[in-house]
């Protein structure tokens, strides 16, 4: 898996990121638990992987997904050489202060067992005021500039919120989620202005919570019950992938990983079985016919998360 180059960050990661969001067991969004040991079974896999990177938060699971993956990384005796974990600054109890972003630092230094966190997000801003959120984004340029964090990202859903958020300068990564997917094109105008700024793009939640990995059980796209056109244009990829002797899943992720605006694609992973699948999914090779059909079936703009988005 060739490494990318992060935006301006220099730093280098691998186009597929492992998501760490589902490690700490979150039952009511993924539907099912994941104990401690799997967790850390699944992070000593990716380090054995050519996945070059993880992706956790603060907040996932009340830091749980961070103490795994801390623990991981004691009984490897270490990170890899390369490896990168990006974490994600959290709010507490609607508290996004200074003072809270420099706890939710120091917490995840804590638990992951790491004085060096080379990118650190700034996550889900737009659940919170804007204005009042200055001084949380004014403490994590101060956290840079004093060497207690590296590169600083942005990591959240609405980009338009996200958008007055990339006017304060000063990020060099954005993450999104849900909104760049092969039934959603939501971010597409913040992905081109992120690159032409020189910004590291990550997508996140390229099957849209599930339904792109599971056509045949799931409704739901970005958390909520997908309109009917929505389900209909998966069906129909579904159909064309199988048509072509492959799987929706493995589109989806290689709608996200082949295009070129988008530096690195995160992808939730909490069974080492799904890292080769991964693998098998990046080497698979599809051709112009189905990805041209695929393209067809992009649900009308009206159905996407952000409607006015272009």
């Given at each position: 898996?060739?490494?990318?180059?992060?935006?301006?960050?220099?730093?280098?990661?691998?186009?597929?990121?492992?998501?760490?969001?589902?490690?700490?067991?979150?039952?009511?969004?993924?539907?099912?638990?994941?104990?401690?040991?799997?967790?850390?079974?699944?992070?000593?896999?990716?380090?054995?992987?050519?996945?070059?990177?993880?992706?956790?938060?603060?907040?996932?699971?009340?830091?749980?997904?961070?103490?795994?993956?801390?623990?991981?990384?004691?009984?490897?005796?270490?990170?890899?050489?390369?490896?990168?974990?990006?974490?994600?600054?959290?709010?507490?109890?609607?508290?996004?202060?200074?003072?809270?972003?420099?706890?939710?630092?120091?917490?995840?230094?804590?638990?992951?067992?790491?004085?060096?966190?080379?990118?650190?997000?700034?996550?889900?801003?737009?659940?919170?005021?804007?204005?009042?959120?200055?001084?949380?984004?004014?403490?994590?340029?101060?956290?840079?500039?004093?060497?207690?964090?590296?590169?600083?990202?942005?990591?959240?859903?609405?980009?338009?919120?996200?958008?007055?958020?990339?006017?304060?300068?000063?990020?060099?990564?954005?993450?999104?989620?849900?909104?760049?997917?092969?039934?959603?094109?939501?971010?597409?105008?913040?992905?081109?202005?992120?690159?032409?700024?020189?910004?590291?793009?990550?997508?996140?939640?390229?099957?849209?919570?599930?339904?792109?990995?599971?056509?045949?059980?799931?409704?739901?796209?970005?958390?909520?019950?997908?309109?009917?056109?929505?389900?209909?244009?998966?069906?129909?990829?579904?159909?064309?992938?199988?048509?072509?002797?492959?799987?929706?899943?493995?589109?989806?992720?290689?709608?996200?990983?082949?295009?070129?605006?988008?530096?690195?694609?995160?992808?939730?992973?909490?069974?080492?079985?799904?890292?080769?699948?991964?693998?098998?999914?990046?080497?698979?090779?599809?051709?112009?016919?189905?990805?041209?059909?695929?393209?067809?079936?992009?649900?009308?703009?009206?159905?996407?998360?952000?409607?006015e988005t272009t």
């Open positions: 898996m060739k490494k990318r180059s992060l935006g301006n960050t220099g730093l280098t990661v691998s186009a597929v990121c492992a998501g760490g969001s589902g490690l700490g067991s979150m039952p009511q969004v993924f539907g099912y638990d994941v104990t401690r040991q799997q967790a850390i079974d699944l992070v000593l896999r990716v380090f054995d992987s050519p996945i070059s990177w993880i992706d956790t938060s603060n907040g996932y699971s009340d830091g749980e997904s961070e103490l795994r993956i801390g623990q991981a990384i004691r009984e490897y005796g270490g990170l890899p050489d390369g490896f990168l974990v990006a974490t994600k600054v959290d709010a507490r109890d609607g508290d996004y202060s200074g003072a809270r972003v420099r706890a939710s630092v120091a917490e995840s230094k804590e638990r992951l067992g790491l004085d060096d966190l080379p990118l650190v997000h700034l996550h889900d801003p737009e659940f919170h005021d804007f204005d009042g959120m200055r001084e949380a984004v004014d403490t994590l340029k101060q956290l840079q500039a004093d060497g207690e964090i590296g590169h600083l990202g942005l990591a959240g859903g609405d980009t338009r919120e996200l958008s007055r958020y990339l006017d304060l300068g000063g990020f060099e990564v954005l993450l999104v989620h849900n909104r760049w997917s092969l039934v959603d094109h939501s971010a597409g105008a913040i992905f081109r202005r992120a690159v032409d700024d020189g910004i590291g793009v990550i997508n996140a939640a390229v099957y849209g919570g599930g339904i792109l990995a599971n056509p045949s059980g799931a409704t739901k796209y970005a958390y909520r019950e997908a309109p009917a056109e929505v389900l209909d244009a998966v069906a129909a990829m579904d159909k064309a992938c199988r048509e072509y002797g492959t799987d929706l899943a493995t589109a989806a992720l290689r709608h996200s990983v082949d295009n070129p605006d988008i530096t690195g694609t995160v992808v939730g992973i909490t069974k080492p079985a799904r890292v080769d699948a991964l693998i098998q999914a990046l080497e698979t090779d599809l051709p112009d016919e189905l990805l041209n059909r695929l393209g067809s079936l992009l649900p009308q703009q009206q159905f996407w998360v952000e409607k």
